[in-house]
């Protein structure tokens, strides 16, 4: 009676001729990334080896931050970046009801109470919001850059200085992505990635990295991630066992090589997507901002009759997802909190309205002008 | 260290006879588009809990997680204290940390087991969960521990990260209490290319709610019912896992000839390890005794032959532990252990000829002592 309900959501994803799922012709390559792997495991270099120090420069750099920690999973990442605050259980972190479970999960594991903010338009935490949030009781503010457009850091930042609150970036979503010129990862005590084997930048399994500027912050979250050892016999704090495999890492330096093109090609694709999408009547293509780069992990805009317009699509073969349709305030998980319907009007809104298409660096012409047509003809007058 | 005639571990040659079997893994992996927890986990899920004997097993990300994810699912926390032991890997006590709850470290005995009577002694109406831990394989005595916690409510979680396939009067350990964890750490006897772990239980509420735990607390993907982790055993691993599976019973085999060969030889000469009677170990770690330990070491290394001591400074004597207010002297077995112990090298790859290096280099070394 196994309750994994990933394994039948696999076979179902399975069947769909425009896919949100790349990993069969991502890795139609994967012989060079095997050879690497036999170099590997022949050291012996199983856990925190020379790849992950590879991969931990190269990310630093690709980023522009002074440090990359190559951790567990995207989760793990937020959860060490809190823990190294030393939050208190009972202290308060705000952050977006409009989010992936693993941001609210992450800090209810630190020990903190989830405070939910409200969205804008563009999907992301509300500046306007978090100022009336803060209390004595505010020890970190977490934004999730979603989708992989950058919120509003130089208005997040300054609140940031003004109340003395540490910001942690989840940018999960965002790897590349700027904001006046600037990556995300970069702005916060702490940056936040997933290499989730369907983000931008992927492995073959689980596994996340932090980005820091903080030599602090660098020093406690790798005594953090590896039992709070300094060596192999002492222990300096209790910490956690959360390591990035070094043989993710050799498919994440692999991909590293890639991620410009991998990025410029979901660029391109939505981009040819919100010039198909934005005269058809009915949907509400997000705002573009030529101050802010989007990487577009997700593409997702507002459309009427949602929920019908997603059956159409994934009857005619396109994977269309929801991403997510229920905000997190919303969930059981948040019953404690006490939050009801109506709290966070925009975050309800765009779980109720929003869908997203695959964008991915797979996805062919052919696929874009079959999903504009299909959106199209969901909304033309003369739908069968 | 090239030049070792005798490496303590030697994980390549493990990988070369696996790594055609791992590369078609992969290949069906990236096939079958699934890329987290998918078939290969549940298939290895199920080998596991066939082969322990249990009803169900739980892939994790590792065998630290293992134990906190089991310890969150009794929904233990703050103000509850966890028994544990001081001689064991610091992760046996920080999992305890991290849920807020207090470790309690209990004596070892000569198996470098719990000692139940210690464990008697430290109860209290705070204890959740006793988690003896199976130390190098060999069994703690977990029945006079079961008869101990029997009526009090008091949970057993089973420590078995480096015993796969011990057994206690034929049952395999992993079985006896409320869930055990196993890690399948590169070095574990059931080790594979990177972190991993897994949990069993015969409980359907554990099993359940292991599942949720495990996996941001999704009921399905677009309902949270609790705020969850994220510590998932990767396909990748679980395929590993799976193949390495099929050959632990020749390995262990191997590994217990090995481990009688020393017993036979250096017995007299040092402490030999000793088991719990019905028990059957695996020897993850082969440790002798004997006060001539650092000099044993360092001519040991000398000649080629690599050791190392599992583990030097216990638990309660670490700078992370200090607040807990324990001192040397807190625990005179275990501190004696961690002074005097070494471990041989042991695993399935080492030849014969390699066996009787480490005999006779140690019997060369006792010649050399008054």
């Known amino acids: 009676m196994s309750k994994n309900f990933l394994l039948s959501q696999y076979e179902n994803d399975k069947k769909f001729s425009v896919q949100h799922n790349y990993l069969e012709q991502q890795f139609s390559d994967k012989d060079i990334i095997l050879e690497k792997i036999k170099e590997v495991v022949t050291r012996g270099d199983f856990t925190l080896g020379r790849e992950v120090d590879k991969l931990e420069e190269a990310f630093a750099q690709l980023v522009g931050a002074k440090h990359a920690i190559g951790v567990g999973s995207g989760t793990d990442a937020i959860f060490l970046s809190l823990r190294a605050l030393d939050l208190q259980l009972g202290d308060e972190v705000i952050t977006t009801s409009f989010t992936f479970y693993a941001t609210i999960g992450a800090i209810v594991t630190a020990g903190g109470t989830p405070v939910f903010c409200d969205v804008e338009e563009d999907f992301n935490i509300s500046i306007a919001g978090i100022k009336k949030l803060i209390t004595d009781k505010t020890k970190a503010i977490v934004p999730v850059h979603w989708t992989g457009r950058p919120c509003e850091m130089n208005e997040m930042m300054e609140i940031s200085e003004e109340f003395g609150i540490p910001i942690i970036e989840d940018a999960c979503h965002s790897i590349l992505a700027e904001y006046h010129g600037r990556r995300t990862g970069t702005f916060g005590i702490t940056g936040c990635f997933s290499f989730h084997p369907l983000k931008n930048l992927n492995i073959w399994g689980d596994g996340g990295i932090i980005t820091t500027n903080s030599d602090e912050m660098n020093a406690k979250i790798r005594l953090l991630r590896n039992h709070g050892l300094t060596d192999r016999d002492h222990c300096e704090i209790f910490g956690y066992n959360s390591r990035l495999d070094t043989i993710q890492a050799v498919v994440a330096n692999h991909l590293l090589g890639k991620i410009h093109s991998i990025t410029d090609a979901r660029i391109d694709h939505a981009n040819y997507l919100d010039r198909g999408l934005s005269e058809v009547p009915g949907i509400r293509i997000p705002h573009r901002v030529d101050t802010i780069k989007e990487v577009f992990h997700i593409y997702s805009f507002m459309a009427e009759n949602r929920d019908a317009l997603g059956l159409f699509l994934r009857e005619n073969g396109i994977d269309a997802k929801i991403h997510y349709p229920i905000p997190m305030h919303l969930q059981p998980a948040a019953q404690y909190l006490n939050y009801k319907k109506g709290d966070f009007p925009m975050a309800e809104n765009a779980a109720n309205r929003t869908i997203s298409l695959p964008v991915h660096e797979f996805v062919e012409l052919k696929d874009l002008d079959f999903m504009i047509s299909k959106v199209k003809e969901f909304y033309s007058d003369d739908k069968p | ?370």
């Open chain 2, 1 to 370: 260290m090239t030049n070792l005639k005798v490496p303590f571990v030697n994980l390549a040659s493990a990988y070369k006879n696996d790594a055609h079997a791992i590369s078609i893994a992969i290949e069906e992996i990236g096939n079958s588009g699934q890329y987290i927890l998918g078939s290969k986990v549940k298939t290895f899920e199920e080998e596991f809990a066939t082969y322990i004997g249990t009803k169900y097993a739980v892939g994790v990300a590792n065998g630290s997680d293992a134990l906190f994810l089991i310890m969150k699912a009794l929904g233990i926390g703050p103000g509850d204290e966890v028994i544990t032991q001081p001689n064991s890997f610091i992760a046996s006590a920080w999992t305890i940390v991290a849920t807020g709850a207090t470790p309690i470290f209990c004596e070892v005995d000569e198996t470098l087991g719990m000692d139940p009577e210690h464990l008697s002694k430290l109860i209290t109406p705070r204890t959740k969960a006793v988690m003896p831990v199976h130390l190098t394989g060999n069994p703690v005595k977990i029945d006079v521990i079961q008869e101990l916690l029997a009526g009090t409510g008091i949970e057993i979680i089973e420590d078995a990260a480096q015993s796969v396939g011990a057994k206690f009067n034929g049952q395999r350990v992993g079985s006896f209490g409320i869930a055990a964890m196993f890690s399948l750490h590169p070095l574990k006897n059931l080790g594979v290319i990177g972190d991993g772990g897994v949990v069993t239980t015969n409980s359907d509420k554990m099993y359940n709610k292991l599942l949720r735990l495990r996996n941001h607390g999704l009921i399905d993907r677009d309902h949270c019912e609790i705020w969850g982790y994220n510590s998932r055993l990767d396909e990748l691993q679980a395929a590993v896992a799976s193949i390495r599976l099929s050959k632990l019973d020749t390995n262990t085999a191997r590994v217990r000839k090995i481990a009688k060969k020393y017993s036979t030889e250096l017995e007299g000469l040092v402490i030999t390890p000793k088991s719990y009677g019905g028990s059957d170990p695996v020897f993850h770690n082969y440790i002798i005794h004997t006060e001539y330990r650092d000099a044993l070491q360092s001519y040991l290394h000398a000649v080629g032959v690599d050791t190392k001591i599992h583990y030097p400074v216990p638990i309660h004597l670490q700078e992370c532990a200090k607040h807990l207010g324990y001192k040397v002297g807190s625990f005179p077995i275990c501190e004696y252990q961690s002074t005097n112990s070494v471990s041989l090298p042991i695993y399935p790859e080492l030849s014969d000829k390699q066996v009787e290096t480490v005999i006779a280099e140690i019997k060369n070394f006792f010649k050399t002592v008054p």
